[in-house]
């Protein structure tokens, strides 16, 4: 481990149990968190001794890399509490709005119940800056020894219900009688908070993938795997059908006749919702690379504009700041409101601004989602080993041109790297599918001649 870095692009990442995973490592880890976050603490801070909030998704290696973690922060000099099963959108707010110092989730978002993470949160409930990582990363390699004494942080179960007060108190103006809401848990964090908000507000819940067992997180459910919900909602007539991902950060929707609803339309109808019911001064979202240019167009035709940002919720939230802006997020279902939301992206309060949408304009999600006419989109992802500069590669670099060529304003080329997996990721978009997918296949076959690999559809 001594090479590697330990944080990617949304914290520690990986299989549970092994390398910077394994228990004695994060506890290790643990101490170092607290101790470069300490150093940036007030002297009267440090000497109140300040307290570090902790929680886990529905994994089985949680509780015991969260009881790792713990040790390593009261070693530290943090006091350490736990929130037990909960999203990790609720960590963080919670982490703000109830003074913690810092806290810390326990979870690999919609990856397998293999894997696990470590997402750090500062006292706003903000992710931390590339710098305090790194230096976080010094300190654990200058002392990686682990923290062995002391037990498990203690689990405070107000803190879930103050969740879901904080979510109950923002959808006061929103009545849910009458409707039916399917919403698929993924056997994660939101299992137990994401019916009773739903029911709290007085919609007929259906429930589905809400008996987390510590081995069925998003197994064949949650936000990449949809097609139960879809099912569902046809099955029980429902209006609209949610489906998270494992700590709850993502949402997915399901009209009711049971097509999807992605990050992309969400953002198209939140958007061109508000600028009929309150226009924005700026009339622009942030929306990253992986966005459909249908999404793009749609806005066009109500004189929304598009800041356009490289992968990631992180870089979603700086630009949100950077022009004061009120909405971005992925394609991926991570959508953040700005200052409405503390910059947290969430799950279930996205799924409340949708169908305080959907109740305000009196039409079904299907008819608000319409206007999103998307491209024809093929991702391929290739195996490598190695991870040079794509573009640098110069039969890459012709293919690609040569592509962009054809396509011009009507299409274009993505590539990038997994930030988590050793992954090459091909994005062709056009109108053509049967074109676009010879084209992505072209580069994919290139990229796994030049670094060895085969590529493998995503």
């Given at each position: 481990?001594?090479?590697?870095?330990?944080?990617?692009?949304?914290?520690?990442?990986?299989?549970?149990?092994?390398?910077?995973?394994?228990?004695?490592?994060?506890?290790?880890?643990?101490?170092?968190?607290?101790?470069?976050?300490?150093?940036?603490?007030?002297?009267?801070?440090?000497?109140?001794?300040?307290?570090?909030?902790?929680?886990?998704?529905?994994?089985?290696?949680?509780?015991?890399?969260?009881?790792?973690?713990?040790?390593?922060?009261?070693?530290?000099?943090?006091?350490?509490?736990?929130?037990?099963?909960?999203?990790?959108?609720a960590l963080a707010l919670l982490t703000r709005l109830q003074?913690?110092?810092?806290?810390?989730?326990?979870?690999?978002?919609?990856?397998?119940?293999?894997?696990?993470?470590?997402?750090?949160?500062?006292?706003?409930?903000?992710?931390?800056?590339?710098?305090?990582?790194?230096?976080?990363?010094?300190?654990?390699?200058?002392?990686?020894?682990?923290?062995?004494?002391?037990?498990?942080?203690r689990v405070d179960p107000r803190l879930e219900r103050a969740?879901?007060?904080?979510?109950?108190?923002?959808?006061?103006?929103?009545?849910?009688?009458?409707?039916?809401?399917?919403?698929?848990?993924?056997?994660?964090?939101?299992?137990?908070?994401?019916?009773?908000?739903?029911?709290?507000?007085?919609?007929?819940?259906?429930?589905?993938?809400?008996?987390?067992?510590?081995?069925?997180?998003?197994?064949?459910?949650?936000?990449?795997?949809?097609?139960?919900?879809?099912?569902?909602?046809?099955?029980?007539?429902?209006?609209?059908?949610?489906?998270?991902?494992?700590?709850?950060?993502?949402?997915?929707?399901?009209?009711?006749?049971?097509?999807?609803?992605?990050?992309?339309?969400?953002?198209?109808?939140?958007?061109?919702?508000?600028?009929?019911?309150?226009?924005?001064?700026?009339?622009?979202?942030?929306?990253?690379?992986?966005?459909?240019?249908?999404?793009?167009?749609?806005?066009?035709?109500?004189?929304?504009?598009?800041?356009?940002?490289?992968?990631g919720d992180r870089r979603v939230v700086e630009a949100l700041?950077?022009?004061?802006?009120?909405?971005?997020?992925?394609?991926?279902?991570?959508?953040?409101?700005?200052?409405?939301?503390?910059?947290?992206?969430?799950?279930?309060?996205?799924?409340?601004?949708?169908?305080?949408?959907?109740?305000?304009?009196?039409?079904?999600?299907?008819?608000?989602?319409?206007?999103?006419?998307?491209?024809?989109?093929?991702?391929?992802?290739?195996?490598?080993?190695?991870?040079?500069?794509?573009?640098?590669?110069?039969?890459?670099?012709?293919?690609?041109?040569?592509?962009?060529?054809?396509?011009?304003?009507?299409?274009?080329?993505?590539?990038?790297?997994?930030?988590?997996?050793?992954?090459?990721?091909?994005?062709?978009?056009?109108?053509?599918?049967?074109?676009?997918?010879?084209?992505?296949?072209?580069?994919?076959?290139?990229?796994?001649?030049?670094?060895?690999?085969?590529?493998?559809?995503?």
């Amino acid at each position: 481990m001594s090479g590697e870095r330990i944080f990617g692009t949304d914290g520690v990442r990986g299989r549970a149990g092994q390398g910077w995973l394994a228990p004695e490592a994060v506890s290790a880890l643990g101490r170092a968190i607290g101790a470069v976050l300490c150093r940036r603490l007030t002297p009267a801070a440090r000497a109140a001794r300040p307290r570090a909030l902790l929680g886990h998704d529905g994994r089985h290696s949680g509780p015991e890399l969260e009881a790792a973690l713990g040790r390593g922060l009261a070693a530290a000099g943090f006091d350490v509490l736990s929130a037990g099963l909960v999203p990790t959108p609720a960590l963080a707010l919670l982490t703000r709005l109830q003074a913690f110092e810092l806290g810390a989730m326990l979870s690999a978002s919609h990856n397998p119940a293999a894997d696990n993470g470590i997402k750090v949160f500062s006292s706003l409930g903000e992710k931390l800056p590339d710098e305090v990582e790194a230096e976080i990363e010094a300190a654990v390699r200058a002392d990686g020894r682990p923290v062995t004494a002391g037990g498990a942080p203690r689990v405070d179960p107000r803190l879930e219900r103050a969740y879901l007060e904080h979510l109950c108190a923002a959808a006061a103006d929103l009545d849910l009688g009458g409707m039916r809401v399917a919403v698929d848990g993924a056997n994660g964090a939101a299992s137990r908070v994401g019916p009773q908000l739903l029911e709290r507000l007085g919609a007929e819940v259906v429930a589905l993938f809400a008996e987390p067992d510590g081995v069925n997180i998003n197994r064949g459910c949650g936000s990449t795997h949809p097609g139960a919900l879809q099912a569902e909602v046809r099955a029980h007539g429902a209006d609209v059908g949610i489906a998270l991902d494992g700590d709850a950060d993502r949402c997915i929707l399901v009209d009711e006749r049971g097509g999807l609803v992605d990050g992309d339309p969400i953002l198209m109808l939140l958007a061109r919702h508000a600028m009929r019911a309150d226009p924005w001064p700026d009339p622009r979202i942030v929306a990253t690379v992986m966005s459909n240019r249908g999404l793009h167009r749609a806005l066009r035709e109500v004189g929304v504009g598009v800041v356009t940002v490289g992968v990631g919720d992180r870089r979603v939230v700086e630009a949100l700041k950077r022009d004061s802006l009120s909405l971005g997020g992925e394609q991926s279902g991570h959508i953040v409101f700005g200052a409405d939301n503390h910059y947290i992206g969430d799950g279930l309060y996205t799924a409340l601004r949708v169908l305080r949408t959907v109740r305000a304009s009196g039409a079904s999600l299907s008819e608000l989602a319409a206007p999103y006419r998307p491209f024809p989109q093929v991702l391929l992802n290739v195996p490598v080993a190695l991870k040079p500069d794509l573009l640098a590669i110069p039969a890459v670099l012709e293919a690609v041109a040569r592509v962009e060529d054809e396509l011009g304003e009507d299409g274009r080329v993505l590539l990038r790297y997994s930030g988590t997996e050793p992954l090459a990721r091909v994005m062709v978009e056009g109108p053509d599918a049967d074109r676009i997918r010879a084209m992505a296949g072209e580069i994919a076959n290139l990229i796994a001649s030049e670094l060895g690999a085969a590529p493998r559809s995503g």
